[in-house]
Structure formats: structure tokens, C-alpha cells
């Protein structure tokens, strides 16, 4: 039963290899290396499996149409009539070009920020705890825009842009408040009250609210909306995207595409009447992004990113429409999270683990698109018999996922992950347990939590942030939860930003709502799917496959062929049709978590 490790260099892996291969456009090479440290058979990890970084120039790129050249001074491509200091590109213009910049997180945390012609690693992957990212502008007064944070446990972080271009010149950061994790959106439409400073909006169930900006920072935030903006699935800052002096934000919804200009108001409703600028043809992106102007010609953009990862401009006009979209760049569904991007952030977890019945373990990782890369070996002789494999949505704050070993032969859980090889043991859990499962935060706090079940109980395990240990249990259920033959959940199903669970019985498939609530963190069940969810072998919960941000659902049967069911974010019917992304041999495995 090896262990997992990753080194800290860019766009590193955490999943093992075992020869030189090719896959997912990424070259990595190595060798097993394994050594035994358990004093007897099935008491704990056995050995330590790593995997090399692959090159970072495999890094997607980008071109914006109509942007000029690098050595075209920045003074020169604002259109006449608008002063640089004016331009929605202050906001996000980091390399001082005149034009906006993109910055980006990806699968396993490192944050990148990008102009098209060059970028860097601003945040490694060891360092980075980052959900979600926006672009304020600048804050600290150096006359460089700063970059927003926000951890899963609610932290908001201000990082000096400074240094942004350079590898690691983000890392630094000062927390401005906590306890942001009661929101499932937060995003900055720029100057919204037209005091000249940059604001900032949070949604949660209960509704949207403004937090003024004060210039460095911002103040006590009032509601200015009702639980009506949950229709949303992107809230997106755009800057003045109107030609009004005053920020404005994009929404999308089922139906389209609106702009809500702003106001003015620092007290009350901020916006003006809304108008849809675009049809359902705009559900064909994942992800919306804006507060920038890309191509330098004085009025704020948007850019789109599709479903099979390409991303697209669209130039503002400036009176609150867009020109025809242009592309500007392919291979992007790599990145997890734009920054200023609008869709709710998915994070701590991306692919399944795959066991074979003779024991060897393969990983295949999330790209972004709906479909899963090559498979990765993991390595071979993890006996079956020996432990149950779990794979639970991050531990720790980075955002990595955990793979973990509920062993049968003492009962107790186990961490796989390299940074608990000293003290593998989690919790000392039962040999009567004969469910373990990470869905993620259960009960509001931003920390992964675990779930066993016995034949007579289900217990809640709050987790403690560290991966290395968990509080003490608390029963949340009894025997009823036996009627089900999988129970699986990774992230938000239903849109309001709480972990879910799906299990399923020979009845069909039910939905339990998460909560946030430690004393009973789910709703009542909900059936949402029918006795046909029975033909499936296994059930696995990779987190957001697609890139969407709302988690999703695998499933495989008898014949070999793996199917996707996308989330939509809505309780009533969380998943879409099916898509058959593989037509043979899945079932070769015995688990898939």
C-alpha cells in the first residue's frame, strides 16, 4: 500500500508513475520506489510512491485579437477620449503594458499569472491556499493592481502586485477578514458607489450584498438583494461596461446573459433596471471572466471559456454590448479557477482512483472538458482485502485531494499523503465501519470533514484543517443509512455552495442537501433518479469534471463503459443526460473513488 508524494516545482503532480510516459499532453518520467515501513501485514501504509514534475512549458497560451504588440507603449493604445488612468486594464494590467492580464489557479494550487507573451508562477503550488481569486486594483497604494484571495476556510488575502511577474512574487499576502466562507460568490465589480474606490459584492443563500470599498480595503457590508440572485450561476465584475463611469456586473442564467449597470448608490439597491445582452447560446461557457480591458482600446472585455476549453474574446463596445466573439486561445481546461472569473469555485478535489481486483491503483485526472486524461499508475499490491480506498476532498487548506486507507486489519484510517508518513494514522475509527467518505466541509467551517458508517450508525468526523487528524465522532444517523448500496459526494450538487451527498438503493438515487449545520448536516432525502441507477457497478465522485465549478457524478457498469453525468446546480435535477466517455474496459476495476 504505497504512499503519495509531490514535490513543490510547478505544476506538480501528487499521483505516482511508474515508467516514462506521455499523457495529457504532459511528459513525465520516473521510477517506483517503494520501502516497506510497517512492522506487520496491514498496519498502515507501506511504502512512498513519487511522481516528477511535468515541464510548465506546457503551459496554455493566449492571444487577444486586436491587442498591439508588447513594445507599443501602453499611452498609444487607448482609444482617444480615455485616459489610461481611467482604463478598466488598471485592474488588471500586470506587467504594465496597457493591457489586461490573466491570472489563474490550477489543478493542484499553483496560481499563475499570464499577459499573453510571457507569465509566471506567482504562487507555487506549497504556498497556495487559494479558492477563489479577484483582481481589485490597487490596494496597497504602489500604483501596481493587487490581487484578492479567498481561502476555503474564509480567509480574504491581499497579495502585493508588486512583484507579480516574477515565479513566487505573490506569495506574500496580509488577511483582511475572515469568515467569508459563509458565501458561496464573492467578486469585485470595480468602482460601484463612484467614490473611487473598488467594491465588493458576496452572495449567499439569503442573498446579495455590497461591501464598500475604502481604497485599501473594505467596509461592513449591507444586503442589497434577495435570495432571487441564487438564479444565477456567473456573477461576473466587469468594470464600466455601460460608458458611464460606474462599475457594472454581468449575470447569467438559464434564459441568457444581463448587465445590471451600476448606480451609484453606496446604501441601497446599487443598479439600474437590468437588459439581457444575450441569449441561451451563453450556457455554452463554463466560465465567464471580465474586469479588464484585454485589448487595450479604452473599454472594459469579457472573455468566455467553453466547455472543450477554448477561450474567446469579446470586445466591449461601450455602451453595455459586445462584438462577436474572436478566439484567443485553446487547451485551457486545465485552469480550475479564473480570477474575476464568475462561476462558484470547485475546489479540493479532481479524478478518481481506480483499483483493479488483483490490486493495482490508477489515476485519472479531471482536464476541464467533461472527459478524464490517460491513466496514471499508482503501483501495484494494494490488496483489497487489506484496506478500503477513500478518496476524500482535501484535508488540508491547498486544496489537494487525499487519498486515505481504512485498513480491516485494525480498523483504523490511514493518510497515504507524504505529509503524514511520520504519522500516517488519522483516527483509530472501527473494524465495524464498513463505509469511509470525504465529501468535503459539512459543517460550515471550510475544513474537510469524513463520514462512517456501520450497520447501526452514521458518524460525522469533523476535520481539523491539517489532514493528520479528526475530532471525535458524532452519530448523525442510524441503520437506515444500510439501505444504501453506494454513498458517494464530492463538493456542491445543488448551487448554494454546501457539500452534498448521493446515495443509491435499489429504489434509485437520492440527494441529500447539504446543510452546513455540524448537528444534522443534511436535508431530508430526495429522490432524483430511478431504478435504471442500478445497472451501474460503481458510482464515483470526481469534484468539478467539466469546469463548470458544480461537482459531478461517474458511473460505470458490467460491459466496461464509463459514463459522465454533468451537475447543473439545481436540487430538483442536479444532473444532465448522461455522455459516454468510455466504451470499454472500466470494468477491470473493482473500486473506483
Request: net charge negative; proline share 4%.
Amino acid at each position: 500500500m504505497p504512499t503519495q508524494a509531490r514535490p513543490g516545482a510547478p505544476w506538480s503532480r501528487r499521483i505516482a508513475l511508474t515508467a516514462a510516459l506521455s499523457c495529457a499532453g504532459l511528459l513525465v518520467s520516473g521510477s517506483l520506489a517503494v520501502t516497506a515501513t510497517a512492522d506487520e501485514p496491514g498496519a498502515g501504509p507501506q511504502g512512498t510512491v513519487t511522481l516528477p514534475a511535468p515541464s510548465a512549458a506546457d503551459r496554455p497560451t493566449f492571444t487577444v485579437p486586436g491587442r498591439a504588440t508588447a513594445d507599443v507603449p501602453a499611452s498609444g493604445r487607448l482609444s482617444a477620449g480615455r485616459a489610461a488612468a481611467d482604463s478598466a486594464a488598471q485592474r488588471a494590467d500586470l506587467n504594465g503594458d496597457g493591457s489586461g492580464d490573466l491570472v489563474y489557479r490550477l489543478n493542484y494550487g499553483e496560481v499563475f499569472t499570464d499577459w499573453g507573451y510571457g507569465g509566471a508562477v506567482a504562487i507555487g503550488a506549497d504556498d497556495s491556499e487559494v479558492k477563489d481569486l479577484m483582481l481589485p486594483g490597487d490596494l496597497t497604494g504602489d500604483g501596481r493592481p493587487d490581487l484578492l484571495t479567498v481561502t476555503s476556510t474564509g480567509a480574504l488575502r491581499l497579495h502585493s502586485g508588486a512583484n507579480a511577474t516574477s515565479d513566487g512574487g505573490l506569495t506574500s499576502y496580509t488577511t483582511l477578514s475572515t469568515g467569508w466562507q459563509a458565501y458561496n460568490k464573492l467578486f469585485v465589480p470595480g468602482d460601484l458607489t463612484g467614490d473611487g474606490a473598488p467594491d465588493l459584492l458576496a452572495r449567499s443563500t439569503a442573498g446579495l450584498f455590497l461591501f464598500p470599498g475604502t481604497g485599501t480595503g473594505f467596509t461592513a457590508g449591507i444586503q442589497v438583494g434577495g435570495a432571487g440572485w441564487s438564479q444565477f450561476d456567473q456573477l461576473v465584475g466587469v468594470d464600466d461596461l455601460t460608458g458611464d463611469g460606474l462599475a457594472d456586473i454581468v449575470a447569467r442564467n438559464s434564459t441568457g446573459l444581463y448587465v445590471y449597470p451600476g448606480n451609484g448608490s453606496g446604501t441601497g439597491y446599487p443598479f439600474q433596471e437590468r437588459t439581457q445582452i444575450g441569449g441561451t447560446g451563453w450556457l455554452q461557457y463554463n466560465q465567464l471572466l471580465g474586469g479588464a480591458d484585454y485589448d487595450a482600446n479604452g473599454t472594459a472585455d469579457l472573455v468566455a471559456r467553453s466547455y472543450d476549453g477554448t477561450l474567446y474574446f469579446y470586445e466591449g463596445n461601450g455602451d453595455g454590448t459586445l462584438a462577436a466573439r474572436q478566439e484567443m486561445g485553446t487547451d485551457w481546461g486545465t485552469v480550475t479557477q479564473f480570477a474575476g472569473s464568475g462561476n462558484q469555485p470547485n475546489f479540493g478535489k479532481s479524478g478518481v482512483f481506480a483499483r483493479t481486483a488483483d490490486g493495482t491503483v490508477y489515476y485519472y485526472e479531471a482536464t476541464g472538458t467533461g472527459r478524464l486524461s490517460a491513466k496514471y499508475l499508482i503501483g501495484e499490491g494494494w490488496d483489497r482485502s487489506l484496506s478500503r480506498l477513500i478518496h476524500a476532498v482535501s484535508l488540508r487548506a491547498n486544496g489537494i485531494s487525499d487519498l486515505l486507507e481504512h485498513s480491516t486489519y485494525d480498523g483504523h484510517l490511514y493518510n497515504d499523503g507524504l505529509y503524514a508518513a511520520s504519522d500516517p494514522e488519522i483516527a483509530g475509527g472501527s473494524k465495524l465501519y464498513n463505509l469511509v467518505l470525504g465529501p468535503g466541509d459539512l459543517n460550515g467551517d471550510g475544513k474537510g470533514d469524513l463520514l462512517a458508517r456501520s450497520s447501526t450508525d452514521l458518524y460525522f468526523y469533523a476535520g481539523n484543517g491539517n489532514g493528520l487528524s479528526v475530532q471525535g465522532r458524532v452519530e448523525i444517523g442510524g441503520s437506515g443509512w444500510m439501505q444504501f448500496n453506494q454513498i458517494v459526494g464530492a463538493g456542491d450538487l445543488t448551487g448554494d455552495g454546501r457539500a452534498d451527498l448521493v446515495a443509491r438503493s435499489t429504489s434509485g438515487l437520492f440527494l441529500y442537501a447539504g446543510t452546513g449545520n455540524a448537528a444534522s448536516p443534511f436535508g431530508a432525502k430526495a429522490q432524483v433518479g430511478g431504478t435504471g441507477w442500478s445497472q451501474y457497478t460503481n458510482l464515483a465522485a470526481p469534484g468539478d469534471l467539466n469546469g463548470d465549478g458544480i461537482a459531478d457524478l461517474l458511473a460505470s457498469n458490467s460491459a466496461g463503459e464509463l459514463y459522465f453525468y454533468a451537475g447543473t446546480g439545481l436540487a430538483a435535477t442536479p444532473f444532465k443526460e448522461r455522455v459516454k466517455i468510455g466504451t470499454g474496459g472500466w470494468n477491470q476495476y473493482a473500486d473506483l473513488v
